[in-house]
C-alpha cells in the first residue's frame, strides 16, 4: 500500500517510511530535519522541470532557497505526476512523470527501511537495525556542509550557470597524486588551476606523501585535509551556518550567515583573481578584470564570438589560412596578455622575428608568447597550438602575438585588448527548462485516439494475461514490477525462449569472456546480434541483476559496445549486444587486416571509451579486464569496448564483500595492484590498456620468451623487453624498428610510433600514481594524431 506522507510535513521531524512517496503537485511533501535548519523536496529549476533537492529552510524561504544537494541536477522531472517513492525493497526511486525513472539510489534492505532527514543536511536511508545503507553525503554535486567528509570517491561539480543547476565543466577533487585540486573540465580539453600548476606537488604546503585522501570543514569554519591543505574562515570560532561551494564561475567559496540573516558572505575563496580560473572565456579570448565592473571576456583580434549566451563556447576566426603559406599570415600584438599551457615548443634566446618566423610556418600555430623570465635578458618564445586560458594582466612582463590573415590585420598592432566584451560575471546562460507536450484538444481526433487505444486495449488484455502467466511464480508482483521498471524503460526484456530460437539452441559460440558464452544469434526482425550468456551470476538475484543492467543500459558512447536487451528468467541471465562484423582485436592481430592507421585509431578510440567509463558517465566504472579480447572492430575498423559492466555484475555475486575482494583480469594484462593487493582505481584499467598498446605495435603476446644459449626458455615480459631496445638503442638501427609487428613491412609514421610506446610504457608503469589518467591519454593521442 503507498501512503502519501503529506501528512506528517507539519511536523517538526518527517519519515518516509517503505511504500511511501513524495508527489512534486503537493508543496507540503517535504521532508524536515527535526531542527528544521534543512527542507528535502521536489525544486523548481526551470519551467516545469523539477529536481529532488535538499535546502536550507531556516530562514524560512519560497524559490529562492540555498539548494546544498540534488538527485537529478541533469535529467529534471516534470510538474505532474512525479513522485519521489521509498519501495519495500529499500530502492529510491525518483519517476519522471509516472513514465521512467530519473534518478535511484540503487540500494537493497532485507528488512524495512525509512528514509531520514538528518540535522546536518544529510537524507539517509536506514534499515530497522538503525544501519545506513545511503546517504546523500556519499554523492555530493557542488556543496560540502560542516563534517561531511570529502574522500577519493566523492566530487564536487559546479553547475552550469547560476540559473541552470545541470552538470558544470569545474570540478574539486582529490587527484591521483594525492592532492586536493580544482580542475576545468571542458568540452575539448582539461587542465587543473589550483593550486597554482606550475607548483611542485610539495610546494605551497601541500604533501602528496598520504594516500587517505579525506578532508572536512567543522561547525567553526576549520577547513583540514590529508594534504595538510588547512584553512581558518574569516569568521573562525562563531557556530555559524556554512557551505563549502563550487561556484559556476570554477571558484571554490566557503560561505557564512547568522541564524536568522537571508545573506551568505564569503569566508574564505580558492582563487583571489578569477581571470586565472581556466576556462572561464572559453578559447581564443582572454579574461580581464576591473574592480569596479567584474571579470570581462573579450575576443581576440580577428575572432568573433561562437554563442552570445554563453562564453564557454568562446570564439571563433573570422579569417582563413592556407598551411604553409607563411606569407598569408600576420601577427597582432597584445601587450600584457598572457595564454597558459598549449605550447608547441620553447625556443629560447631568439629574436621576434625568429619567432614570428616558427609560428609563420606552423599550420598548428595560433600565436606565440613572448617574454623575458625573472631578470635574464634572454628572450624566450612559446608557439601555441590552442588559445585557451587567457587572461590581461598589467603585470605579466611579457606579450601575445596572436596569428591571422594579413587581409584582417586591420587592428593597431599595439593593441591591448579587442574584440567584442561582455561582462562574463553576469548571467548569461539561459535558464534550464524541461517541458512536456500538451494534447491536443481536437474532438475528431482525440475520437480516433480514444477507437485506437479501444481497440489496443483489448490486444494489450491478452498480452497482458499471457505475461502473468508466465510470471505466475513471482512472490510479490508488486515489488518484482518495480524491479523490473528501471530495465524496462531503458531497453528490450527478452524471454529464454526467444533467445534460444535467435541462436539456433545456442549452435554458434563466437567468443568467450569474463564470467560467460557469447553466441551469434538473428532476432525476428532480421537484426544480427551477439547474445552472451553469462555464467558466474547464476545465483544472483533477478532484482540485482536488473538494478546492475538498468544502470549499463544508460552508459552510451561511440566506443563501447551497445547493449540491446537482457533476459532474465531464473538460472537464466543473458545480455544482448550488437554484432561486431569484424570480431575481437585478437582475431585481427594475427591477420594482415590492420595498418599503422587502423592499429593507431583503434589505440585513440579505445582510449575514448574507456576514459568515458572512467570520467564521463553517470557512475563511475571499472573495465578490470581490458584486453584484445574484449575490444572488437565494426564494419570500418571502429573499435568498441565490451564487457565493461561485467566487474559490476560479477563483483554482485560476492554477497559477503561488495569491493573488490577477488583478484580480476586476465594474465599478462594485470596491473601489479591485483597481485600485491593494493588500492584498486582506475589505473588498473590504464595499466592493462598500455599492455594492449604494446601488443598491437608488436604483435608480441603480453608474456613472450626467447631462447637462452642453454636452450631453456628464458620467459620476458612484454614491458621488459621494448623497454630494454628503448633504453639500449645504439643509434644505429632504430629502436622502433626492432619492435615493430613485421606484418606492417615498416609501412608506419616512425616518430608517431615511437611517441605512442612512450606513452604506452608510461601506462605501464609499477606505481599507478606514474601512470596518466585515461582523459590525459586521449587528449595526448588526438594532439598526436594532429601532430605535424
Known amino acids: 500500500m503507498i501512503i502519501s506522507p503529506s501528512f506528517l510535513s507539519s511536523a517538526s521531524y518527517s519519515v518516509l517510511r517503505g511504500g511511501s512517496y513524495l508527489a512534486v503537485e503537493n508543496p507540503q511533501d517535504v521532508l524536515i530535519s527535526p531542527s528544521r535548519v534543512f527542507s528535502a523536496g521536489f525544486y523548481p529549476v526551470g519551467e516545469n522541470a523539477y529536481g529532488f533537492a535538499i535546502w536550507f529552510s531556516k530562514p524560512s524561504c519560497s524559490d529562492n532557497c540555498t539548494v546544498v544537494w540534488m538527485a537529478n541536477r541533469d535529467f529534471p522531472v516534470n510538474g505532474k505526476q512525479s513522485k519521489l517513492l521509498l519501495l519495500e525493497t529499500g530502492n529510491l526511486i525518483l519517476t519522471d512523470a509516472g513514465k521512467s525513472n530519473a534518478w535511484s539510489s540503487e540500494t537493497v534492505s532485507v528488512s524495512p527501511a525509512e528514509l531520514h532527514l538528518q540535522n546536518t543536511g544529510n537524507l539517509v536511508i536506514k534499515n530497522m537495525e538503525g544501519d545506513i545503507i545511503w546517504q546523500s553525503f556519499d554523492s555530493p554535486t557542488d556543496t560540502l556542509l560542516p563534517l561531511q567528509p570529502f574522500t577519493r570517491n566523492v566530487q564536487l561539480v559546479s553547475s552550469r550557470s547560476r540559473n541552470n543547476v545541470s552538470t558544470g565543466f569545474y570540478k574539486l577533487i582529490f587527484a591521483d597524486n594525492n592532492l586536493i585540486r580544482l580542475l576545468y ?199 601555441k597550438i590552442s588559445l585557451i586560458n587567457g587572461q590581461y594582466n598589467p603585470s605579466f612582463g611579457g606579450d ?33 527548462e524541461r517541458t512536456y507536450p500538451k494534447s491536443s484538444e481536437n474532438k475528431t481526433l482525440n475520437f480516433m485516439l480514444w477507437v485506437t487505444c479501444g481497440l489496443g486495449g483489448i490486444e494489450m488484455i491478452s498480452i497482458f494475461l499471457i505475461w502473468c502467466f508466465l510470471l505466475k511464480s513471482q512472490k510479490d508482483s508488486y515489488e518484482d514490477t518495480q524491479s523490473y521498471h528501471p530495465a524496462a524503460t531503458v531497453f528490450k526484456r527478452f524471454t529464454y525462449s526467444e533467445l534460444k530460437k535467435a541462436t539456433r539452441n545456442f549452435g554458434k559460440e563466437i567468443g568467450r569472456g569474463a564470467g560467460g558464452i557469447v553466441y551469434k544469434g538473428n532476432l525476428p526482425d532480421n537484426r544480427v546480434v551477439a547474445i552472451k550468456r553469462l555464467l558466474s551470476i547464476a545465483n544472483q538475484a533477478e532484482a540485482e541483476f536488473l538494478a546492475e543492467v538498468s544502470t549499463i543500459g544508460k552508459i552510451n558512447h561511440g566506443n563501447l559496445v551497445q547493449i540491446l536487451g537482457y533476459c532474465a528468467e531464473g538460472e537464466h541471465m543473458l545480455l544482448v549486444y550488437e554484432y561486431m562484423e569484424h570480431g575481437s582485436l585478437t582475431e585481427n592481430l594475427s591477420s594482415n587486416a590492420l595498418d599503422w592507421r587502423k592499429r593507431f585509431d583503434i589505440a585513440l578510440g579505445t582510449a575514448r571509451g574507456l576514459a568515458y567509463l572512467h570520467e564521463e558517465c553517470l557512475e563511475w566504472v571499472l573495465h578490470c579486464d581490458v584486453k584484445p579480447q574484449n575490444i572488437l572492430l565494426d564494419s570500418t575498423y571502429q573499435p568498441k569496448v565490451s564487457d565493461f559492466g561485467l566487474s559490476k555484475l560479477l563483483s554482485r555475486a560476492d554477497q559477503n564483500d561488495k569491493s573488490f575482494s577477488k583478484i580480476r583480469g586476465t594474465r599478462g594484462y594485470m596491473a601489479p595492484e591485483w597481485v600485491f593487493n593494493l588500492p584498486v582505481t582506475s589505473k588498473v584499467d590504464v595499466y592493462s590498456y598500455g599492455i594492449v598498446v604494446l601488443e598491437m605495435v608488436t604483435g608480441m603476446s603480453p608474456t613472450i620468451g626467447n631462447q637462452s644459449k642453454s636452450g631453456e626458455t628464458e620467459h620476458k615480459g612484454l614491458v621488459k623487453v621494448v623497454r630494454d631496445k628503448k633504453n639500449g638503442a645504439n643509434g644505429m638501427t632504430p629502436w622502433i624498428e626492432e619492435i615493430v609487428d613485421p606484418r606492417l613491412e615498416g609501412k608506419f609514421e616512425h616518430a608517431k610510433m615511437e611517441k605512442l610506446v612512450t606513452l604506452a610504457l608510461q601506462c605501464v608503469e609499477d606505481d599507478k600514481d606514474n601512470r596518466p589518467t585515461m582523459g590525459r591519454v586521449v587528449e595526448m593521442l588526438e594532439h598526436l594524431k594532429n601532430y605535424d
Not at 563549502?244 to 564561475?249: F, K, N, Y
Not at 596572436?402 to 579587442?418: A, G, Q, R, Y
Not at 566584451?421 to 548571467?427: N, T
Open 400 to 432: 601575445f602575438y596572436v596569428k591571422v590573415s594579413n587581409t584582417s590585420l586591420f587592428l593597431n598592432k599595439e593593441t591591448v585588448s579587442s574584440g567584442l566584451v561582455f561582462d562574463c560575471s553576469s548571467e548569461l546562460l539561459a535558464p534550464l
Open 185 to 383: 573540465d571542458g568540452p575539448d580539453v582539461s587542465s587543473a588551476y589550483w593550486p597554482d600548476p606550475w607548483l611542485r606537488d610539495w610546494e605551497g604546503g601541500r604533501s602528496p606523501y598520504n594516500s587517505s585522501r579525506i578532508a572536512s570543514f567543522d561547525l567553526f569554519g576549520k577547513f583540514t585535509s590529508s594534504d595538510h591543505l588547512t584553512f581558518l574562515s574569516v569568521d573562525y570560532g562563531m557556530r555559524l551556518q556554512r557551505r563549502l561551494t563550487l561556484d559556476s564561475d570554477g571558484n571554490a567559496r566557503l560561505y557564512s550567515r547568522e541564524e536568522g540573516s537571508t545573506t551568505w558572505v564569503v569566508s574564505w575563496q580558492a582563487k583571489s583573481q578569477l581571470c586565472e580560473i581556466h576556462g572561464i572565456c572559453g578559447p581564443n579570448s582572454t579574461c580581464s578584470y576591473d574592480p569596479a565592473s567584474g571579470s570581462q571576456c573579450s575576443c581576440l583580434p580577428g575572432y568573433k564570438i561562437k554563442n552570445n549566451l554563453d562564453w564557454s563556447y568562446g570564439c571563433k576566426p573570422e579569417f582563413n589560412l592556407l598551411c604553409g603559406s607563411d606569407t598569408e599570415a600576420g601577427f597582432v600584438q597584445l601587450k600584457h596578455v598572457e595564454f597558459y599551457g598549449n605550447d608547441d615548443g620553447f625556443y629560447p634566446n631568439v629574436s621576434l622575428e625568429m619567432c614570428m618566423k616558427v609560428c609563420s610556418q606552423s599550420c598548428g600555430c595560433k600565436g606565440f608568447q613572448y617574454r623575458y623570465v625573472g631578470d635574464t635578458p634572454v628572450p624566450h618564445c612559446y608557439p
